[in-house]
């Protein structure tokens, strides 16, 4: 199976860089706030985004070697933050107690300090970019931050709705998940000085592949040999339809949706519900008809890449788009 560590190989001294950037930059003042914002960094997981910003910076740079390191770095920071900031957030809303096998920030810290946190992140997330004079970068990227809260409120809207339509379903997850991976893929190419076209063309690239991503997380999450770092079936005790579910209620006649939607609006306090959901998916193939579309995705994100010739780096951006499919946790 592919590994991060392979896909990082081409850019593994730009993402050393990174690392550095970031610790030279996203500090805290005050004991409580600097404990809070070190647990908070050293759980940002897979670092699928700055990895994306590095490997389609190195994509428009002479022989695959990034050569606006400091730029590229500072693209990777505004997006890392962003998405570092929102996964706090995103706890707070959901009253989550976990974030990838560790106890969440609201869980240690509790909700408010834990808003107080994210603020904080994305505040000096903008103070670096403004004070950097990178202004195309700051503005392409910060955008996304009102990409993310506009998926936010749709998705609570269609919980409060009982359950989203296919439309609204990829249309939270391109707001929440693809946009910021779409942003990752067309900030590396412009923090390189790529043509307008290529940045329009790895933002395609970023789209799909975060589409994929989430899908294949929406996967997962029905099932339980997956080593997410969180509870099996927890979309289905948030009451979110996602795609796995959405071919069940698509087919089914009115008594039977309303059967559905009511067995999803006792999860979160009814474990059998939860495995009633479970089973009907898994029985009316709604994870393999999740998979086929996930791989459309894939074949999408694929076909950005076609114009590049064959290198290292394009190989890497390649292999990303296996480990997406491929991946367990």
């Known amino acids: 199976m592919i590994t991060l560590d392979s ?24 004991e409580l706030l600097s ?5 908070a960094l050293s759980s940002r997981g897979k670092g699928i985004r700055p990895i994306v910003v590095m490997l389609s910076a190195a994509l ?4 695959g070697r990034v050569v606006a390191l400091e730029r590229s770095c500072l693209a990777a920071m505004l997006v890392e933050m962003i998405h570092v900031a929102s996964l706090i957030h995103d706890d707070v809303i959901d009253e989550a107690d976990t974030r990838r096998g560790k106890p969440s920030v609201n869980a240690r810290w509790q909700s408010h300090r834990a808003v107080l946190l994210g603020d904080y992140i994305l505040a000096k997330n903008l103070g670096v970019g403004m004070a950097s004079g990178e202004f195309d970068l700051v503005s392409h990227v910060c ?3 009102a990409t993310l809260c506009e998926g936010e409120a749709l998705q609570s809207d269609c ?10 379903y990829f249309d939270i997850i391109n707001k929440k998940t693809a946009s910021l991976i779409a942003v990752s893929a067309s900030a590396g190419a412009m923090a390189a000085g790529a043509p307008a076209e290529a940045v329009e063309r790895m933002r395609r690239y970023g ?6 991503f989430q899908i294949q997380d929406d996967i997962l999450d029905y099932t339980r040999s997956a080593r997410t770092g ?13 795609l796995p579910l959405l071919p069940l209620l698509e087919e089914a006649d009115a008594a039977r949706r309303d059967e559905l939607l009511d067995r999803l609006a006792r999860c979160a306090d009814d474990e059998r519900s939860v495995d009633y959901l479970q089973q009907a998916v898994e029985r009316g193939g709604g994870l393999a008809a999740a998979a086929a579309t996930m791989g459309e995705y894939v074949a999408r994100a694929r076909a950005q890449l076609a114009p590049y010739p064959p ?7 390649d292999a990303l788009c296996s480990y997406v499919a491929e991946r367990d946790r």
């Open 159 to 168: 919980a409060g709705r009982r359950g989203a339509t296919r439309g609204e």
């Open 35 to 39: 404990e809070m914002l070190r647990y």
């Open 207 to 212: 789209e799909a592949l975060g589409t994929a």
């Open 7 to 30: 896909i990082r190989r081409p850019v593994e001294r730009e993402l050393e860089a990174f690392d550095a950037f970031v610790e030279r930059n996203i500090r805290a003042e005050g």
């Open 60 to 63: 428009h740079s002479p022989e």
């Open 311 to 317: 290198s290292p780096v394009r190989a890497a951006l």
């Open 230 to 242: 969180k509870p099996a079936n927890n979309d289905l005790r948030e009451g979110k339809v996602t």
């Open 143 to 145: 955008a996304a931050m």
